[in-house]
Every structure is written in C-alpha cells, then in structure tokens.
T-cell receptor, first 115, second 113 residues
Framework: DVKVTQSSRYLVKRTGEKVFLECVQD?????MFWYRQDPGLGLRLIYF???????EKGDIPEGYSVSREKKERFSLILESASTNQTSMYLC??????????????FGDGTRLSIL | SQKIEQNSEALNIQEGKTATLTCNYT??????LQWYRQDPGRGPVFLLL?????KEKRKERLKVTFDTTLKQSLFHITASQPADSATYLC????????????FGSGTRLSIRP
C-alpha cells in the first residue's frame, strides 16, 4: 500500500514565523501535491510538482513556497505565517506522467494553527 | 469560473437504503471524474474514477454515473451500512495534460441503524 506521511498531525505557530510542513511518500510517485482544506471550501491546490526540482503554482500559492529536492519528499513552506493560513494541510502523491486520471494518495493531514 | 457543487453538506439515510450523492459542475468540460471518501481526521481515500466517455462504473456496492449533457455525476451506495458514514468528495480533471484536479467541498453522509 502507498504510504504518504506528513511530519506533524498538529502544529501551533506564531504570526510571522517561517513554517515548514514535510511530506514523504514511499511509492516512487512522480507527482506530489499540497492542498489546504477549509470548511465549505473543499480542497484547494497550493502547489504541485511533477518531478524533482520542479514546481507549479496551484490555485492559491500566495504566501507559500515549496521544495522538492528528492523524489520522495515535498515540503511546503509558509514564508511568514499569518492567521488566515490556519487550516488543515493535506499532501498527496500520484504516479505517472499525467496525473489527471491517476488516483491521488493522501496523507492524514497537518492541522496548523497560527496564533 | 469553474465551479463544482455537491448536492448538500449533509445527507442522512436509513441503513439498507441506497444513498445517492450528486456532483454538479459549471464552466468546465472534465475528461475524468473521481470520487473519494474522507473520514474525520483522515486524508481522502480514492474510490472510483470514470472517464467522460463512460456512462457508468461499478465497484462492489458503489456505482458512479457521468452525464456530460447534464454536467452531473451521481454516486450511489446500495445497501448502505453505518460504516459507510463519511464525507464523500468528487474531483474533476480536464483534457489538457497540464490540467489540475479540482475538488468539490464534499457531502457528509450519515447512515443511521
């Protein structure tokens, strides 16, 4: 079974801090994704990556950056955390060159609170 | 702008009945549609994928239909059980290989004994 592991289940940070969320997948998947999930808004794509050292902006990239130095690891960075970034963050991976029709495998999420 | 609507935030069904969840979309022509299940405190889990040229897909007690004329997908769970209680998400992807997957906000399904 594919396993996507997110480094923390719960995280509390202060406004202005630089925050790192880590995600590791163990199935050699090409594609990795970061989403945030808020009540009533569904999953919104922040950034995705189709290959090592490659990144693409999703729908809401402002205030975030990402890093993919190794195929199995995809990091989300909040450059200067703000209270409106309090949310559930979900990482996902999928295989293949075309991620549209491949199932996405999700981690269990990091619930991030910015005080 | 592209929009996905799932029929209601919550649906309550008696055990043994068929649960039907709806996913409607506007300003979009998806090539693929996926359904996921999400339990509280967990990430979504993939259930089924259907292509735009497929009318129907089945997997055990699950059935998905895809009507590109109505711009709608229906997700059915037959002989529903309390263990089917969860939030169900639909997700769409377009024709371009660069297309992203867009998720709906989900429907919370409760099956009462």
């Amino acid at each position: 079974d594919v396993k996507v592991t997110q480094s923390s289940r719960y995280l509390v940070k202060r406004t202005g801090e630089k925050v790192f969320l880590e995600c590791v997948q163990d199935m050699d998947h090409e594609n990795m994704f970061w989403y945030r999930q808020d009540p009533g808004l569904g999953l919104r794509l922040i950034y995705f990556s189709y290959d090592v050292k490659m990144k693409e902006k999703g729908d809401i990239p402002e205030g975030y950056s990402v890093s993919r130095e190794k195929k199995e690891r995809f990091s989300l960075i909040l450059e200067s955390a703000s209270t409106n970034q309090t949310s559930m963050y979900l990482c996902a991976s999928s295989q293949g060159q075309d991620g549209r029709y491949q199932p996405q495998h999700f981690g269990d999420g990091t619930r991030l609170s910015i005080l | 702008s592209q929009k996905i609507e799932q029929n209601s935030e919550a649906l309550n069904i008696q055990e043994g009945k068929t649960a039907t969840l709806t996913c409607n979309y506007t300003n979009y022509s998806p090539a693929y549609l996926q359904w996921y299940r999400q339990d509280p405190g967990r990430g979504p889990v993939f259930l089924l994928l259907i292509r735009e040229n497929e009318k129907e897909k089945r997997k055990e007690r699950l059935k998905v239909t895809f009507d590109t004329t109505l711009k709608q997908s229906l997700f059915h769970i037959t002989a529903s059980q309390p263990a089917d209680s969860a939030t169900y998400l639909c997700a769409l992807a377009g024709y371009s290989s660069a297309s992203k997957i867009i998720f709906g906000s989900g429907t919370r399904l409760s099956i009462r004994p």
